[in-house]
DNA sequence: CCCCCCTCAGGAACCGGTTCCACAAACGCT
DNA sequence: AGCGTTTGTGGAACCGGTTCCTGAGGGGGG
């Protein structure tokens, strides 16, 4: 391995110049410069980050935090993370921090310690309070993707808004019996406080959606994972029932869409005459399914919280909170106006009052 | 930050000791030994991986290059591929070195050497000469996955017995008209004889199993790119054809084959009386779609890498080659024997010679 | 009883960079 | 010409570990 000894020798300089001319900091002739560069270029000269970081307590790597990693959303996220960081010569050292992973606690409290992070990144994360405070006590930029926390600068889909939109397209169509699909059963830390909003966020919207539309009455949820099995089990369930029949569904993501999608072709509905379905999240498979959905772009929130991050390492104050940023609606074929019968409020027959009584 | 020194002075030992007590090396008493662990522990030591890096040469943290991250197979190896590292105490950095990337030139003659990785892996590599040298030139314990390379270690599924099974199975269910979909049509370097094989070993399966049963006549071969909206669209065009009706797909993968699933259900097909379909994988959403396979287990591939890389890194001189694993059949609802009047060959109306010669 | 070997511990060198500081030369200004 | 400032360079300390080497003490064998 050439060190920088041996570069400092062959341009006939000491290490410290050689440091100097290759770093760029501190004077430098130019012509001494270019003699190191040459020198450093003929030998195949490249610092040793551990040596490097060493010194100066900067790694040149960050830390990503992702609770999954086999899932559209956090792969996508991944991805562009991964880019942009290498782009500006950092490398990503990827912890997988899921709810049940058995490495979960050493990452806090032993790899984030040993290497010098020099940033890190929380992606969709479902973090305890302790686990937070650890990350905060590291001392470098934060900032989170997918989900927010507290006081860290949140790179996130504006969930609230974009169910709820998502759910007037339906009302709209003139839509009544919509169901929300999806969370949050079983996808919080009951004993957190502070987990993941998303799930919550999206019910929120819809409910919100349907109460300003005065479809309180129907208000109705149905518990599904984010998968498109669960979507299809759920799917099975729901739309068989004879009695209380739907007309769309709202599912919290698009994989819960395509799992109602199959659950309704195999049960011989039309989609979208006998039920409409919307989704939200752009999954790549949405296309092949023909969903409407409300598509947000993972691939820019990762970028930009590389951006901001990169930003505060480099020392530009940043304190700007970063906003939601919101989903483009994409109308496919999975979604139309519901037959005539349907479209007609059927109050009377799910309650005992008749008429559309506001609570 | 809390040193070996602060260490060492508290349990009133020097640096060396301390070293050699906490890492376990060389003679300590036992006494003082649990003296500076109990000293370390109070202050809450971690040794810094950059420190100890630099004195040793081993980095604790290993390379993962993968072309795609979101892709079920690739990702579930990363998955499993993290896990088993943390679970040994290393880092896994990962470097995305996709086909276009634009810092694919930069990881293999810059990242991967300021880091000094105690080992890379390669997961469905697709590299140049001139890249898998530079990875070689590393020295340190290579393996791969996914794909297999010349020389080095590789944790692979037996495409070509796999693709062949897949397509007995459909053959000896009374298929004749069965067209393979799939690769490898825009997926390998033009420029790289030793570009991943994968594609084609999965067609010479299928190919050789259909001249087996003595159906050369009937060979067919539809192209698609590994994606289920270009398994949809290969569908479209192909089952649509009325002349040369099909009544088995073979999938290279399970992506296209729920895409043709979608197309044939789009068509009014139905599977499987009018068409069965099998792929290769065990993606998740093979049993949403009901989806008949060969299943195997990124996973398993992943770990058993890992256990090899750690244990040459440890010295255990592991000359053994691994290898391909099998696939497990999994069957569901997309396959069945055709229909009565489509299992009697066909070749009459396919050739002009009649009867069944082969070539 | 003497010697050798094994155990235990510490000083110091070392890994490969960066940076502080001292010093020299060149330059600009009055 | 004299002086302060800017520019350019090198020696040496330092980052935080690991390991070599030396030496002291203790135990066992001849």
Redo the contacts between chains.
């Keep these: 391995m050439v060190t920088i000894a041996d570069v400092a020798q062959r341009a006939g300089v000491s290490k410290a110049t050689t440091s100097r001319a290759l770093s760029g900091q501190g004077y430098v002739a130019q012509a001494t410069r270019t003699a190191v560069q040459r020198a450093a270029e003929e030998l195949g000269y ?6 490097s ?2 010194a100066t307590g900067r ?1 040149q ?1 960050i830390a990503v935090l992702i609770p ?5 959303f956090f ?2 996220v ?2 562009s993370v ?2 942009a960081l ?2 500006a010569s950092y ?6 921090v899921s709810h049940n ?3 979960r606690e ?2 806090f409290d ?2 984030l ?4 992070f020099d940033a890190v990144l929380l992606v969709g994360v479902d973090t305890r309070r302790s686990e937070l405070d650890a990350v905060r006590r590291l001392g470098v930029p934060l900032a989170c993707i997918g989900a927010p926390l507290p006081g860290i600068d949140s790179y996130v889909l504006d969930d609230y808004r974009t169910a709820r939109s998502a759910t007037e397209h339906l009302v709209t169509l003139g839509h009544r019996r919509i169901s929300f699909f999806g969370g949050p059963a079983g996808h919080t830390h009951d004993t957190d406080p502070e987990s993941s909003l998303v799930h919550g966020e999206r019910f929120a919207g819809y409910r919100d959606a349907m109460i300003a539309a005065g479809l309180d009455e129907v208000l109705s949820y149905v518990p599904a994972q984010l ?3 669960s ?2 089990a759920a799917g099975r369930r729901r739309l068989a029932h004879p009695e209380h029949p739907l007309t769309a569904v709202m599912a919290e993501s698009d994989e819960v869409a395509c ?1 109602v999608l ?1 659950a309704a ?1 195999e049960l011989g509905l039309d989609v979208p005459r006998d039920v409409s379905v919307i989704g939200i999240d752009g999954h ?2 949405g ?3 023909g969903l409407t959905t409300m598509q947000q772009n993972p691939q820019q929130l990762g970028a930009m919280a590389v951006r901001d991050v990169l930003a505060r390492i480099a020392g530009e104050g940043q304190p700007l909170a970063p906003t939601p940023v919101s989903a483009e609606f994409v109308v496919r074929s999975s979604t139309a106006a519901p037959r005539r019968e349907d479209s007609v409020p059927r109050q009377a027959r799910l309650t005992d009052t008749g008429g559309a009584t506001r609570r």
Tied chains: 1, 2.
């Design positions: 490249i610092a040793s980050a551990n040596a970081g060493l790694s790597s999954i990693i086999n899932r559209w792969a996508e991944l991805q991964e880019s290498l782009a490398d990503m050292t990827v912890y997988n992973s058995a490495n050493r990452v032993y790899f310690l040993r290497r010098s998968t498109i099995a979507g299809l799992g199959l072709r790549d498979h296309e092949a399914f």
